[in-house]
């Protein structure tokens, strides 16, 4: 091991030893406005911890969920009025990921609804972005009040089961949409028998978000444990989650769309004069 190396490798044992005697020093020193129970029942049932929106004792999430909104529409005007228009035939680096960004939800959609996909691309795209952005915002730790006076940090606005109950039955509706453009009745009939596709995709989403925010939490709660570790944990559990919850919901609803709105009525047809061949062969 070369000198360099070995220098830096003490320095940084030593940064990790350092830390672990304050934690141990200062463990039960920091005062909490709650027991360690009281803030992860309060991270699942959101029962004490709310703030004053527009006068309106809320959720966090609910503050979360619009700022994100806030941030993809800014975003994407901004795009669509100062990047677009100099677009390019031979790509730059940031036209080319907003290409890829673009293309992954695309060809999705056409893969999985190959007859009926315009506005499937469109709806995943959205949904998509939104899961992961928002899933990603609670690593900026931006800080709000609650009505008792603690400071908060806001949590992703799907950790909200309130969040994901709505993720949930909007693409069950839009899933239903595409029912109704392709087969009419018979797509609704289609559509009702997953009834319990938006109740998956919401506890599926609430679920993953949240068991990701509890371990965060806990381990952020002992000072012992809250030096570098919870950085870790914290990027770790945040970016699987986005990228997982991202694609499962939009593959999801990509399959089931393309299930749905699929013309049924020409295979019947089919069917039919293959039997008449038959029929006339024999």
Same mark, same amino acid.
């Given at each position: 091991?070369?000198?360099?190396?070995?220098?830096?490798?003490?320095?940084?044992?030593?940064?990790?030893?350092v830390?672990?005697i304050?934690?141990?020093?200062?463990?039960?020193?920091?005062?909490?406005h709650?027991?360690?129970?009281?803030?992860?029942?309060?991270?699942?049932?959101?029962?004490?911890?709310?703030?004053?929106? #527009?006068?309106?004792?809320?959720?966090?999430?609910?503050?979360?969920?619009?700022?994100?909104?806030?941030?993809?529409?800014?975003f994407?005007?901004?795009?669509?009025?100062? #990047?677009?228009?100099?677009?390019?035939?031979?790509?730059?680096?940031?036209?080319?990921?907003?290409?890829?960004?673009?293309?992954?939800?695309h060809?999705?959609?056409?893969?999985?609804?190959?007859h009926?996909?315009?506005?499937?691309? !469109?709806?995943?795209?959205?949904?998509?972005? +939104?899961?992961?952005?928002?899933?990603?915002?609670?690593?900026?730790?931006?800080?709000?009040v609650?009505?008792?006076?603690?400071?908060?940090?806001?949590? !992703?606005?799907?950790?909200d089961?309130?969040? !994901?109950?709505?993720?949930?039955?909007?693409? +069950?509706?839009?899933i239903?949409?595409?029912?109704?453009?392709g087969?009419?009745?018979?797509?609704?009939?289609?559509?009702?028998?997953?009834?319990?596709?938006?109740?998956?995709?919401?506890f599926?989403?609430?679920?993953?978000?949240?068991?990701?925010?509890?371990?965060?939490?806990?381990? +952020? +709660? #002992?000072?012992?444990?809250?030096?570098?570790?919870?950085?870790?944990?914290?990027?770790?559990?945040?970016?699987?989650?986005?990228?997982?919850?991202?694609?499962?919901?939009?593959?999801?609803?990509?399959?089931?769309?393309?299930?749905?709105?699929?013309?049924?009525?020409?295979?019947?047809?089919?069917?039919?004069?293959?039997?008449?061949?038959?029929? !006339?062969?024999a």
């Open positions: 091991m070369s000198k360099k190396k070995r220098n830096g490798t003490i320095i940084v044992s030593a940064l990790v030893l830390m672990l304050i934690g141990v020093v200062m463990n039960g020193v920091g005062e909490k709650e027991t360690i129970q009281e803030a992860m029942k309060d991270a699942v049932l959101h029962g004490d911890n709310k703030i004053n929106l #527009f006068g309106l004792a809320v959720n966090p999430s609910l503050l979360s969920a619009y700022i994100v909104t806030a941030i993809l529409l800014v994407a005007l901004i795009i669509r009025i100062f #990047f677009v228009p100099k677009f390019k035939m031979v790509p730059g680096k940031f036209q080319l990921l907003i290409e890829e960004w673009v293309g992954v939800f060809g999705l959609a056409k893969t999985n609804s190959p009926r996909n315009k506005a499937l691309g !469109a709806y995943i795209f959205g949904a998509g972005s +939104y899961i992961f952005v928002g899933t990603m915002f609670e690593l900026f730790g931006f800080q709000a609650t009505t008792e006076g603690h400071s908060i940090s806001l949590p !992703a606005p799907l950790a089961i309130n969040g !994901a109950i709505c993720m949930g039955v909007l693409s +069950y509706l839009f239903l949409s595409g029912g109704i453009a087969n009419k009745f018979k797509g609704v009939l289609l559509t009702l028998k997953e009834f319990s596709l938006p109740i998956s995709m919401s599926r989403l609430f679920g993953a978000l949240l068991s990701g925010m509890l371990v965060t939490e806990l381990v +952020y +709660y #002992f000072i012992t444990l809250s030096f570098v570790l919870p950085v870790i944990v914290g990027i770790l559990f945040t970016l699987i989650h986005a990228i997982v919850q991202a694609y499962v919901l939009t593959m999801l609803t990509s399959i089931f769309y393309g299930e749905v709105s699929e013309v049924h009525h020409k295979e019947k047809k089919e069917k039919k004069e293959k039997k008449v061949k038959q029929v !006339a062969e």
